[in-house]
C-alpha cells in the first residue's frame, strides 16, 4: 500500500477496518490526531486515517480547492486504493458534506462504499450551507457572495468562529495568525457553497452526530439527512455546540468506538452504479 498525499502515512495492512475523517471548514487531519490512541483504548479495533486537504498544516503550500466536485474527484482517484478495503467515512461539519459527495460519486461509479457513514455537525445537502457572522446565530449574518465566498469581514468572520467555540479568543488579539487562518476558512466556505443541488440517497448505515447547543446547525437539520439514508440512520444529540469534536471528544469517540465495533466484522459493501 502506497502513501497518498492526502494521508500522513500508508495504512495499516491487516486492520479490520479503516476509519477516514475529513476535517471541518479551516481545520485539518491535526483535528483527529488523538482518535487512534483513544479508540485503542476503548478496545475498537480500527485504522484511523485523518484526510490531509491541500492548503493547511503540512500541505499549506499547496492550492486550495473552492469546488465540491473538483475536490471530490481528487479524492476518489487518490484514495480509490484505500478505500478499496473495509472502512468508514467520518466527517464533522463541512467534512460531512464532503464525505456524502465522495459516496456519492463512488456509488454511481460502482465503486467499494464505506459499511457506514458517521456525519456530525452539518445540514442535510437540500438545507442551504449555514452561514457565518459575528453572533455565530444560524443562518443568519454575512453568508456567501454572489461568487460563493464569505461576505462577513476579517473581524466579523472571526468573532463568529469564536462565538462558535472554533477559535479560541485570544487569537483575536493576534493578526498575522488570522491572515494564516482566515483565508482557509473562507476557501472552504465557497466551497461548501458550490455543493449545488442535492443528490440522491446513499446506500450507506448513517449515523449522525448533532450538538445540544450548536448555534449554527440545528439537531432538526442534522436530523434531516435521514431522506438520504438508504440502510437506515441513526441520531445521537451530545453535550457541547459546533464543535462538540473539540469540548465532548471523549464523549463523541464514546458514541464512535462501538459503532467501529459493529461494523469491523463485515463485508465491503459495493454499489450498483446508478
Same mark, same amino acid.
Given at each position: 500500500m502506497t502513501t497518498t498525499e492526502y494521508l500522513a502515512r500508508a495504512p495499516q495492512p491487516h486492520a479490520?477496518?479503516?476509519? *477516514?475523517?475529513? #476535517?471541518?471548514?479551516?481545520? $485539518?487531519? /491535526?483535528?483527529? %490526531?488523538?482518535?487512534?490512541?483513544? +479508540?485503542d483504548a476503548r478496545g475498537a479495533?480500527?485504522?484511523?486515517?485523518?484526510?490531509?486537504?491541500?492548503?493547511?498544516?503540512?500541505?499549506?503550500?499547496?492550492?486550495?480547492f473552492t469546488e465540491l466536485a473538483s475536490?471530490?474527484?481528487?479524492?476518489?482517484?487518490?484514495?480509490?486504493?484505500? *478505500?478499496?478495503? #473495509?472502512?468508514?467515512?467520518? $466527517?464533522? /461539519?463541512?467534512? %460531512?458534506?464532503?464525505?456524502?459527495? +465522495?459516496?456519492?460519486?463512488?456509488?454511481?461509479?460502482g465503486a467499494p462504499l464505506p459499511r457506514a457513514a458517521l456525519l456530525a455537525a452539518y445540514r442535510a445537502p437540500h438545507l442551504p450551507p449555514p452561514r457565518l457572522d459575528s453572533g455565530?446565530?444560524?443562518?443568519?449574518?454575512?453568508g456567501?457572495?454572489?461568487d460563493g465566498s464569505c461576505a462577513a469581514s476579517d473581524s466579523g468572520l472571526a468573532r463568529a468562529l469564536v462565538a462558535l467555540g472554533g477559535l479560541p479568543e485570544a487569537l483575536l488579539g493576534h493578526p498575522e495568525w488570522l491572515r494564516a487562518l482566515l483565508p482557509v476558512v473562507r476557501d472552504d466556505l465557497a466551497l461548501c457553497a458550490s455543493a449545488g443541488p442535492a443528490g440522491g440517497s446513499v446506500?450507506?448505515?448513517?449515523?449522525?452526530?448533532?450538538?445540544?447547543?450548536?448555534s449554527l446547525v440545528?439537531?432538526?437539520?442534522?436530523?434531516?439527512?435521514?431522506?438520504?439514508?438508504a440502510r437506515g440512520c441513526e441520531v445521537r444529540v451530545l453535550p457541547g455546540g459546533h464543535f462538540f469534536?473539540?469540548?465532548?471528544?471523549?464523549?463523541?469517540?464514546?458514541?464512535?468506538a462501538p459503532l467501529v465495533r459493529r461494523y469491523g466484522g463485515r463485508r465491503t459493501v459495493h454499489a450498483a452504479a446508478s
Open positions: 479490520p477496518v479503516r476509519l *477516514l475523517c475529513f #476535517p471541518f471548514a479551516g481545520g $485539518g487531519a /491535526s483535528a483527529y %490526531a488523538r482518535w487512534q490512541s483513544e +479508540l479495533s480500527v485504522d484511523v486515517l485523518p484526510v490531509r486537504l491541500p492548503g493547511r498544516e503540512g500541505r499549506s503550500g499547496e492550492p486550495r475536490l471530490v474527484e481528487e479524492l476518489d482517484e487518490r484514495l480509490d486504493e484505500v *478505500l478499496a478495503s #473495509p472502512h468508514l467515512l467520518y $466527517g464533522h /461539519s463541512m467534512g %460531512a458534506l464532503i464525505a456524502y459527495a +465522495l459516496m456519492r460519486r463512488r456509488q454511481m461509479r455565530a446565530g444560524a443562518g443568519a449574518g454575512a456567501p457572495g454572489a446506500r450507506v448505515p448513517l449515523h449522525l452526530f448533532a450538538g445540544a447547543d450548536d440545528r439537531t432538526s437539520e442534522v436530523t434531516a439527512w435521514s431522506r438520504y439514508a469534536l473539540r469540548t465532548h471528544e471523549g464523549w463523541l469517540l464514546d458514541d464512535v
